[in-house]
Nanobody, 114 residues
Framework: VQLVEYGGGPVQPGGALRLSCAAS????????MAWYRQSPGKLRELVAH???????NYANSVKGRFTISRDNAKNTIYLEMNNLRPEDTAVYSC?????????WGQGTQVTVSS
């Protein structure tokens, strides 16, 4: 399974971005997918998680601002990020679970700054 993220970049506080993660390879056994993020000097943290059937979970810090969604026909997940804050600045990485094995994308930088 290969995961490629798209959509990062610079944005001003209060702005919005949409991240995409496209899966390829043996996608038929992918179950859960998620977005993680890591800032310099901090541990990687789970941002949002979505099951194969669309059940979602969010970190408390992003609830009400971020939305994770999934298009199984396109083997893609999305992360809609609204009302971005400077503390959302991080490398955002896509994760997938296939037959119990974890897979990671290369990550995409999101920088929230005025």
């Amino acid at each position: 399974v290969q995961l490629v993220e798209y959509g990062g970049g610079p944005v001003q506080p209060g702005g919005a971005l949409r991240l995409s993660c496209a899966a390829s390879g043996n996608v038929f056994d992918i179950d859960n997918m998620a977005w993680y993020r890591q800032s310099p000097g901090k541990l990687r943290e789970l941002v949002a998680h979505i099951s194969r059937v669309g059940i979602t979970n969010y970190a408390n810090s992003v609830k009400g601002r971020f939305t994770i969604s999934r298009d199984n026909a396109k083997n893609t997940i999305y992360l809609e990020m609204n009302n971005l804050r400077p503390e959302d600045t991080a490398v955002y990485s896509c994760w997938a679970d296939s037959m119990g094995d974890p897979y990671w994308g290369q990550g995409t930088q999101v920088t929230v700054s005025s």
